[in-house]
Nanobody
Framework: QVQLVESGGGLVQPGGSLRLSCAAS????????IGWFRQAPGKEREGVSC??????????YYTDSAKGRFTISRDTTKNTVYLQMNSLKPEDTAVYYC?????????????????WGQGTQVIVSS
């Protein structure tokens, strides 16, 4: 009954922007740490950004490559988490996954996340 559904991916030119959405049902995202992960073909899954639950002040974290370009946010009214991606680069091309866990936010251990969406494809190309 817990479901995370990503949307907003697509094809964009370098320097462009995309806004990914992670809509949840069965859980209240405000009570969870939410992470965005990505996986490019032939590469390992990489943590991109995460946000802590409201008890931990919704603190945000970013991998170095995303810092300054990406912004994670949560809309409690819509029970949705967003990832605003600006100044996109070809290296950002990957399938992006939304994940949730009841513990603290962490990017380096995706195996700790309890719930996962099916992913949305992002392609950055001319």
């Amino acid at each position: 009954q817990v479901q995370l559904v990503e949307s907003g991916g697509g094809l964009v030119q370098p320097g462009g922007s995309l806004r990914l959405s992670c809509a949840a049902s069965g859980i209240t995202l405000d009570d969870y740490a939410i992470g965005w992960f990505r996986q490019a073909p032939g590469k390992e899954r990489e943590g991109v950004s995460c946000i802590s639950n409201s008890d931990h002040d919704s603190t945000t974290y970013y991998t170095d490559s995303a810092k300054g370009r990406f912004t994670i946010s949560r809309d409690t009214t819509k029970n949705t988490v967003y990832l605003q991606m600006n100044s996109l680069k070809p290296e950002d091309t990957a399938v992006y996954y939304c994940a949730a866990r009841s513990g603290f936010a962490i990017l380096s251990a995706p195996q700790l996340y309890e719930y996962w969406g099916q992913g949305t494809q992002v392609i950055v190309s001319s």
